[in-house]
T-cell receptor
Framework: AQKVTQAQTEISVVEKEDVTLDCVYE???????LFWYKQPPSGELVFLIR??????QNEISGRYSWNFQKSTSSFNFTITASQVVDSAVYFC???????????FGEGTQLTVNP | EPEVTQTPSHQVTQMGQEVILRCVPI?????FYWYRQILGQKVEFLVS????????KSEIFDDQFSVERPDGSNFTLKIRSTKLEDSAMYFC???????????FGSGTRLTVV
């Protein structure tokens, strides 16, 4: 069965600090997808990134970067120079190509203080 | 950019009443999903739907729940007899292919009183 663990329940940083959100996953499939979503206080789920299991290249998008390491089953998310608007709950999620469900982690509440 | 549309955004219902949550998926998507998020908790999979039938469902999706695609555009989730513990945010999602490229709606907050 697939499982996603986000061990950090809450993180609080001061604006302009870098912050890394951890995600560890479990799956028996060899082909799968990993996702990050942002959930701001308004409640919607905002898609940030999708990664397939065959692509271990790290990705950078502006202040966001992702580090995918199959050897440790981790898909960590770093925000550089954090801003107050980054305050949200961030979810890591996994889908297996053998099934149709998206399994979410428990989420990490990030608070960026001015 | 194409969107998944959910209505209503907030619904209050009395315990024991039936509710129907509505979703309009992206038009060329073939897979449809419902997820639930109890306040302060993680997002949980309820059901996936493809080719006019349920393709997968979770243990949460019991006989109280049903899904339907009544026409070419809508996708609905019905809860037959609501309980207090059904209070949650319900998200609809759609994707072009299985397990790939989910687009979520903005959710319906269901409050059962």
């Amino acid at each position: 069965a697939q499982k996603v663990t986000q061990a950090q329940t809450e993180i609080s940083v001061v604006e302009k600090e870098d912050v890394t959100l951890d995600c560890v996953y479990e799956t028996r499939d060899t082909t799968y997808y990993l996702f990050w979503y942002k959930q701001p206080p308004s409640g919607e789920l905002v898609f940030l990134i999708r990664r397939n299991s065959f692509d271990e290249q790290n990705e950078i998008s502006g202040r966001y970067s992702w580090n995918f390491q199959k050897s440790t089953s981790s898909f960590n998310f770093t925000i550089t120079a954090s801003q107050v608007v980054d305050s949200a709950v961030y979810f890591c999620a996994l889908s297996e190509t053998s099934g149709s469900r998206l399994t979410f982690g428990e989420g990490t509440q990030l608070t960026v203080n001015p | 950019e194409p969107e998944v549309t959910q209505t209503p955004s907030h619904q209050v219902t009395q315990m024991g009443q039936e509710v129907i949550l509505r979703c309009v998926p992206i038009s060329n998507h073939l897979y449809f999903y419902w997820y639930r998020q109890i306040l302060g908790q993680k997002v949980e999979f309820l059901v996936s739907f493809y080719n006019n039938e349920i393709s997968e469902k979770s243990e949460i999706f019991d006989d109280q729940f049903s899904v339907e695609r009544p026409d070419g555009s809508n996708f609905t989730l019905k809860i037959r007899s609501t309980k207090l513990e059904d209070s949650a945010m319900y998200f609809c999602a759609s994707s072009e292919r299985q397990s790939y490229g989910y687009t979520f709606g903005s959710g319906t907050r269901l409050t059962v009183v």
